[in-house]
C-alpha cells in the first residue's frame, strides 16, 4: 500500500504574528508541522510496521518547507516530495487541492491522510477538496483507522458520537487528535533526516488548475474598545441601562 501523508508547514502556536503588506512579516518565526498532521503521520507509520506499507510525505510551499520534510524523515517516512511554489498562497484552497489531488492520484496513492484541519488557515476545507478532485471518497475525524488489504475502515468522530464508515482505496482520510498520540523523532532519525533525498518537484509541473486568489493586502483586526460599566443601583436598574443602551444606541432592539 502506497499511503501519502501531506504535510503542511505552519507558524508555531506560541509565535506573534505581525502582519507585512500581502502577508506576514516571517523574520522570528518558528515553523512547525502542523500538529493535526503529526497524527496523520504518526497513524501511516503504525501502519507501515503493521503492514510494510510505503509511506510519503508530501507538502506545497516555498523553500523554508523542507525543514517539516525532514522532521517527517526523523519519525521515519520511507520518501519525501517537496511540491515548491515561492507564490503559495494559504487561502487559495481550490489551488492547493487541485495541485495535491493532482500529484496523489498520478503517483498512486492509495490512502492520503492529513489532519482535519491546519492552525493556520484553520478552512478545513482541503482534504475534502482533493477527495473531490481525485474522485474518491472523504472520511473525516478519524479516531480510529484499520486497512484490510484494499479496504479502509474508520472510527469517526459525529455529532453527540461516533460513526464507522469503510471505504476501497483510493481514499483520503483526516486524523484527529484522539487518533493515536504522535511519537518524538530519535537524536538518530533527526542526524539521519539531514543526509535523506527531499525530491523536489515546481508546482507547474504537476499540471493542475492555475492560482485563482490573489492576496491584496493583510492587517490584524482593530483593536477592541474599552468595555462599559452601567450604572444602577440594583440588577433591575441595570437591566434597564441595558435595554436602554441596546435600543437607542445600538440600535439592535
Known amino acids: 500500500m502506497n499511503i501519502f501523508v501531506l504535510v503542511k508547514q505552519v507558524p508555531d502556536t506560541e509565535t506573534r504574528i505581525k502582519t507585512s503588506g500581502a502577508g506576514i512579516d516571517e523574520n522570528g518565526i518558528k515553523w512547525i508541522v502542523s500538529p493535526f498532521d503529526e497524527h496523520a503521520l504518526e497513524e501511516a507509520l503504525k501502519l507501515k510496521e503493521k503492514t ?18 525532514r522532521t517527517a524523515y526523523a519519525l ?29 492520484k498520478d503517483s498512486g496513492a492509495d490512502l492520503v491522510l492529513t489532519g482535519h484541519t491546519a492552525i493556520d488557515s484553520q478552512s478545513s476545507m482541503v482534504p475534502g477538496m482533493i477527495a473531490e478532485n481525485m474522485g474518491v471518497a472523504n472520511i473525516s475525524n478519524a ?9 479502509v475502515k474508520v472510527r469517526r ?3 453527540g458520537g461516533l460513526a464507522t464508515m469503510e471505504s476501497a482505496t483510493p481514499v483520503v482520510v483526516t486524523a484527529t487528535k484522539n487518533l493515536n498520540e504522535p511519537r518524538y523523532p530519535s537524536l538518530k532519525g533527526i542526524m539521519a533526516s539531514k543526509k535523506k533525498k527531499v525530491e523536489e518537484k515546481a508546482v507547474a509541473d504537476v499540471g493542475a488548475d492555475a492560482a485563482k486568489v490573489e492576496l491584496l493586502g493583510m492587517e490584524p483586526p482593530p483593536p477592541r474598545p474599552d468595555g462599559r460599566v452601567l450604572d444602577g443601583d440594583s440588577p433591575e436598574a441595570k437591566a434597564g441601562e441595558l435595554v436602554k443602551a441596546l435600543r437607542e444606541e445600538a440600535k439592535v432592539i
Open 52 to 69: 510494510g506499507a510505503t509511506v510519503t510525505a508530501v507538502t506545497m510551499g516555498p523553500a523554508r518547507c523542507v525543514e517539516a520534510l
Open 76 to 104: 521515519g517516512v520511507d520518501s519525501a516530495i517537496h511540491l515548491k511554489d515561492d507564490s503559495y498562497n494559504v487561502f487559495d484552497v481550490a489551488y492547493a487541492a487541485a495541485v495535491l489531488a493532482k500529484f496523489c
Open 157 to 159: 468522530e459525529i455529532e
Open 143 to 151: 479516531t480510529e483507522l484499520t486497512v484490510d488489504g484494499d479496504k
